[in-house]
């Protein structure tokens, strides 16, 4: 069974707008993730409310999520797929953050993450990078007190476009919540509506995950595998493999003596 670990903020840990209190667990999109995928993944909710990505609050302790997520790795681990949503926190004036800074930031804690050897076999997990979901009228809501520069809604409009860069530069998959969320009229928390098609949007991103491994794999004709081996050929016509399929390949290359990139060519 593989494992996804879903880091992030409120809007990971699932808050419900109207009352400021959580949603159950069958309601959040983490949670209904977890049902989705509940025959083959093990979904762990790793939210937690005013989360920053690397920054020290200076009003509320233990918000640090850099300081967290190494060891919440090393907790979990062999972590298959990491998914992060983080950012809007650190619109918060008490930060005094342009978009640049937070995705410099980002950037920064997900070269961390790729080297810490805390995925299968010791390599890093895969990651899916989600930029936040849009900033609405915070300003005529109860958290403009927090939210109060001026030009809060300008700097996230930026994450997209950021996040989607650092995603390029590390070779990470990405993911607009804003794309399949509906932000509540609280103005920065997800609507208790879009939590099921954002569970479902997450569900079909991390399909290509386990179609390729990491590793580049060139088929043969049946013929070609040795006779041990021949229940895992498949057709050099595939385009896409099944869990399965990817599973056996990998455990017969690791007979094989794999090479020391841990990919192996068949």
């Known amino acids: 069974m593989k494992t996804i670990v879903c880091f992030g903020d409120t809007n990971t840990w699932g808050v419900d707008p109207k009352t400021d209190t959580r949603l159950p667990f069958e309601r959040r999109w983490t949670g209904i993730l977890t049902k989705e995928l509940a025959s083959e993944y093990r979904v762990l909710e790793e939210g937690q409310a005013g989360r ?77 990078l989600m930029s ?30 950021l996040y989607q860069d650092i995603a390029g530069r ?43 491994e990491r590793c580049s794999v060139r088929f043969l004709p049946a013929k070609d595998y040795d006779d041990k081996d021949r229940h895992f050929a498949v057709s050099s016509q595939r385009q896409v493999l099944t869990d399965r399929e990817i599973y056996g390949i990998m455990e017969a290359a690791n007979k094989r003596e794999r090479r020391r990139d841990g990919c192996e060519t068949f």
């Open 52 to 128: 920053t990505i690397i920054c020290n609050d200076p009003v509320e302790k233990y918000k640090n999520g850099m300081e967290y997520l190494m060891p919440c790795l090393q907790s979990h681990m062999p972590v298959d797929l990491l998914v992060v949503m983080l950012g809007t926190v650190q619109l918060k004036s008490r930060f005094h953050q342009t978009a640049e800074d937070i995705a410099m930031g980002l950037e920064y804690v997900l070269r961390q993450v790729q080297a810490s050897g805390t995925g299968p076999r010791g390599k890093s997990p895969q990651i899916l």
């Open 132 to 161: 936040p979901i849009a900033v609405g009228d915070v300003e005529n809501t109860w958290l403009s007190s927090v939210f109060d520069m001026p030009d809060t809604r300008k700097r996230q409009q930026k994450f997209r476009k």
């Open 170 to 212: 590390l070779d990470i998959s990405f993911m607009a919540a804003e794309d399949y969320a509906r932000t509540s009229e609280d103005g920065i928390h997800i609507a208790e509506e879009s939590h099921r098609p954002f569970a479902m949007a997450v569900a079909e991103k991390r399909a290509p995950f386990w179609q390729t």
